[in-house]
Every structure is written in structure tokens, then in C-alpha cells.
Antibody
Framework: QVQLVQSGAEVKEPGASVKVSCKAS????????IQWVRQAPGQSLEWMGW????????KYSEKVRGRVTITRDTSASEAYMELRSLTSEDTAVFYC????????????WGQGTMVIVSS | QSALTQPASVSGSPGQSITISCTGT?????????VSWYQQHPGKAPQLIIH???RRPSGVSDRFSGSKSGSTASLTISGLQAEDEADYYC??????????FGGGTKVTVL
């Protein structure tokens, strides 16, 4: 079954870091980029970054650059998104998505991971 | 980079057609045919409904169609149905090899 399965919900204190995983199955992991998108409560989707799962190249949005690192483990068919120096504004659902054959075609999504930042 | 511009809300009666616009710039929508649209129901992950401006993935209703003129892309929903009530987002590739979403449009079926 072609799917992306993400790690479970997290509660973090301000200033901490969070690492969300995204496990791919049912397709060749290294044939597609993985994108990371977040959605704060009641807000719109926000693109965070991508990783070329084959070569490991990454690209990040200006908003989170410097605080985010996206990595992958090809042997485990897993991608990871780590966000540091968390504030309450980082409270959101984080999604990983597979980018299909064309740019900006997010054709497969994970179920989402809720991250709550609260003291 | 600011989000692509979408109307906050659009409404229509069952059976009618509605159109959602998505306005960008020459650095994204205006210069690339890599525009996609997503439908998101409350509490659910987004679902791809249009890619490459006007292509529909397998399994998506042909009531959904996409187009582009200049720096504005559009999503049209024909024969509006109750199940179409959801949030809709556009996305574009950019000249910086990043991706950018629109602010989202809430579709209400009256």
C-alpha cells in the first residue's frame, strides 16, 4: 500500500526542539522528493521545505531557515523534519507529502502530526 | 515571499458553478505551469485535485477543472455538491525552486 505514515503528536516547551518522522511505503522512496508543510490552528497551509531523497539536497522557506533541518534515511525509507527553538507560534499540524513527477504536485500526504508548544 | 492570493470565501448553490482565483507573480504562477490545487476537509489532510494547472489525477471528479491566465490560476467547480464544501488551496513552484501556497478559500454550499 502506497502511503506515508508520520510519528505521533508531541507536546514541547518553548525553546525545545521537535523531530517528526515520515515513513514511506509502497513505492521507491528515492524516486520522489518529500515536502514538509505545516498548518497552524485555523490557518492556511505553509510550505516549509523539501528534500531530494536520492541525493539529500534540501531547500527551506525563508521563514524557518536556520531553525529547521530536513533529513532522510534511505535504508529506512524515512524522512525527518526537525524544528528548533520552538515558540507558541510553531503550534501546528505538520504534514509530509510526496512530490510527484511534476513540481508542486503533492500527490501523497501523511496523516499529519500535531505539535503543541506550551509551557 | 508572501502567499499566493486567494479569496477568503466563495459560496454557491447546489448545481451551480464557482471559480476560485489564485494570483501570484512572474516569479511563480506567471512563469511556470506548475500550479496545483488541494481540497481539505476539516481535520483531514489535503488532497490533490488538480496539478500542472489543469490536469486531474485519476479518481478526481471531472467537475473540477483548472486554468491559468498570466499570473492568475483558477479552479472551477461545476455542478456544486454538498460534499464540495471544504477549504481549497493553490500551490506553485517558484523561481527559487521553493513552493508556495495560497491563503486558502473556504467554499460554502448554500
Amino acid at each position: 500500500q502506497v502511503q506515508l505514515v508520520q510519528s505521533g503528536a508531541e507536546v514541547k516547551e518553548p525553546g525545545a526542539s521537535v523531530k517528526v518522522s515520515c515513513k514511506a511505503s509502497g513505492y521507491t522512496f528515492t524516486s520522489y522528493y518529500i515536502q514538509w508543510v505545516r498548518q497552524a490552528p485555523g490557518q492556511s497551509l505553509e510550505w516549509m521545505g523539501w528534500i531530494d531523497t536520492d541525493y539529500g539536497y534540501t531547500k527551506y522557506s525563508e521563514k524557518v531557515r536556520g531553525r529547521v533541518t530536513i533529513t532522510r534515511d534511505t535504508s529506512a525509507s524515512e524522512a525527518y523534519m526537525e524544528l528548533r527553538s520552538l515558540t507558541s507560534e510553531d503550534t501546528a499540524v505538520f504534514y509530509c507529502a510526496r512530490e510527484g513527477r511534476s513540481a508542486s504536485t503533492f500527490d501523497l500526504w501523511g496523516q499529519g502530526t500535531m505539535v503543541i508548544v506550551s509551557s | 515571499q508572501s502567499a499566493l492570493t486567494q479569496p477568503a470565501s466563495v459560496s454557491g448553490s447546489p448545481g451551480q458553478s464557482i471559480t476560485i482565483s489564485c494570483t501570484g507573480t512572474g516569479r511563480d504562477v506567471g512563469n511556470y505551469n506548475y500550479v496545483s490545487w488541494y481540497q481539505q476537509h476539516p481535520g483531514k489532510a489535503p488532497q490533490l485535485i488538480i496539478h500542472d494547472v489543469s490536469r486531474r489525477p485519476s479518481g478526481v471528479s471531472d467537475r473540477f477543472s483548472g486554468s491559468k491566465s498570466g499570473s492568475t490560476a483558477s479552479l472551477t467547480i461545476s455542478g456544486l455538491q454538498a460534499e464540495d464544501e471544504a477549504d481549497y488551496y493553490c500551490n506553485s513552484y517558484t523561481s527559487s525552486n521553493t513552493r508556495i501556497f495560497g491563503g486558502g478559500t473556504k467554499v460554502t454550499v448554500l
